[in-house]
């Protein structure tokens, strides 16, 4: 039952445009704006209105006609004479002319016939009379119509993860409700006879779930709907019950171990039995030992076993596609830093590499796949394509970060 | 009542004492690890155990006395009997001798007398008799008790924000549970005779509520927990009522509107007439008309109105005094980027500056405070200290991002 080797490697873009035929985009929904957060725009915002709708004051102060205000100085100051005095919110049923004032507070619309704002700063009231120390361009201290946005301009594009400056601008519309694509559902199982659940006892020879914590939470934290199935044991006919069940249940299947060549590894077996593998490893370090399955039309991805493999791989394989089924248009903010040792890379293999950042410098932290402190000690990763053979001392390269 | 002008202004770092002089240390919880996603941890992680706590195979393969297997090539292969056939999780019960190999998959545990293991690829296997293609040394293919982690090793510290990799090292000890700080409280509440809740019509003169969408969700964003208190017209007493009940039920309240100098703005009132104001502006910019205060004890702080003031100085003022009361020692990521046009700033104001990143280039974003289009436009934020009077075109600038 021992396989000699695992074939031919699956190049990384390969493995993702298999990937990403076995996934449907999600489709959208509306929810109330206040669970947006985190969540992924369904359809492009565009302005319903202009926002603001109306002239308003920039300051506390005095709407005024500004012509009447040319030449105002502290040695030479002038009057106007105050007719009304609004506040935000409110509307002022007098109309300016020429000598007159209307006291007006931040936000508060315009009264028709002014032009501008002189801040209170620059004023000295005595009753209904103002004297004024600084004359007033034409639109000075008056924010104009449609200055934030414009009706008809689209403002958030959809893909977007909305945080609070989108839901910010969403509300400036009077939006209630926000079109947000659905959350893919992810099932997930761990396999392997070697790994018992953390809170339970150790016995000789066996290991605490690691893939578990990391792997469930990593899903968690791309907002996608989890289905945690637990660990399954190493056996076959458990193994396929639970993938038939995963997949019921899903938009697609993750697990970890059981994907490596032993002989106790019924993953591939399972899935093999149950429908098609697609690929069985792929050219990336680390993380080798991937599987790439479907079973009734459904994607099942096998990661790998070791925890900082199963978790790069997570980064570099299922982030992609969950962004691709969300349309997700991520900017990608390019982090560079200079590395501080030389780093040889395998032609034809794709590399993550786990890096500490120290001010300019990007460390490379070294412990190797089996090791999940490699992730926690780094604070982000390179990505050495296929292509290259070696990063210099020195090199620049660019980060991304955790 | 209109007042003329805010006095002297706070220095950024001065608000920052204060505020931080009005704040708890949150206390700690234990709580189950399956929780934790986001949390920040309460106390170190120390190593309860080495990891792995026994020497295991890095493969799947046979492992072997290396010595056994010096000189071991393609052309000059060597045999070995066949002894056992082990998994992950399970512990051989024979004891490796001179010629003997015991197969093994990845992850299993070393047997005795072994100190090597030679990869799978490298042999072919004939019943019992093992055909080996290549040499081990000592130690290859094996990894080390303690490889990972060290027992008594601190591998997490206190004040971290636990993610995926962090739970998972948790989860290698296997624990099942870990102590976290609380979620500090934090109540909010909007004012404002100007200002509609999403949702419902519009008046004239009126405009739709922002802040409390963005500030909600900031607070939600720093995984705070949050008591919103929406809307609360410009009336003293409601608004007085509205701060009692705040201070009762959060670590502090944060509230916004209603600070600048407006005839309108009872906030100061309020806040004069149940407690403390300590701090009435700041010098920052934008959002000068910041306001600290404590009532019964508790701080009061007011964010500006405007949408990009309320939320900028949120950034600046409100997350620094999160991470102060939960102890968060964040590594601060220097993006840096060369600033695509000049910027004047003034002498001994602080200064919050929306940018756009292109590429290598941090694209200065200046649509004005009162819109909120600048920030969901932008990627991040340069701070310009208050001695600073001028950035160039070129200058090398650290964004921090959104």
Known sequence: ????????????????????????????????????????????????????????????????????????????????DIIDSITAGVVSKKKLSSGKCIEITTGAPLPEGADAVIMVEYTEKEKNALTIYKGAAPGDNVIKIGSDTKKGDTVIKKGVILDPRHIGVISSFGSAKVTVKKRPSIAYFSTGTEIVQPGEKLPPGKIYDINSATITNAVKEQNCELIDMGLVVDD???????????????????????????????????????????????????????????????????????????????????????????????KKVNVRKKLTRKIASTIGRYEFLAVKIDGDYAVPVMKGSSSITTLSESDGFLEIDENTEVLNKGDVVGVSLF
Do not use: C, W
């Open 1 to 80: 039952m021992t396989k000699q080797g695992f074939g031919k490697l699956a190049s990384l873009p390969d493995a993702k445009k298999i990937l990403y035929s076995l996934v449907k985009d999600v489709s959208s929904e509306e929810i109330p704006l206040d669970d947006a957060l985190g969540r992924v725009l369904g359809k492009d915002i565009t302005a319903p209105m202009d926002v603001p709708h109306f002239r308003k004051s920039a300051m506390d102060g005095f709407a005024v006609i500004a012509s009447d205000t040319f030449g105002a100085s502290q040695t030479k100051p002038l009057e106007l």
């Open 236 to 330: 076959k006919k458990k193994i396929k019950d639970a993938l038939l069940e995963g997949i019921e249940k899903a938009d697609f299947l993750l697990l970890s171990g059981g994907s490596s060549l032993g002989g106790e590894d019924f993953m591939v077996e399972a899935v093999d039995e149950l429908g098609e593998i697609l690929v069985h490893g792929i050219a990336v370090k680390p993380g080798k030992p991937v599987l790439i399955g479907k079973v009734k039309g459904t994607l099942v991805l096998g990661l790998p076993g070791y925890p900082t493999s199963a978790l790069s791989n997570f980064y570099i394989l299922v982030v992609p596609l969950i962004h691709k089924m969300l349309g997700i248009e991520k």
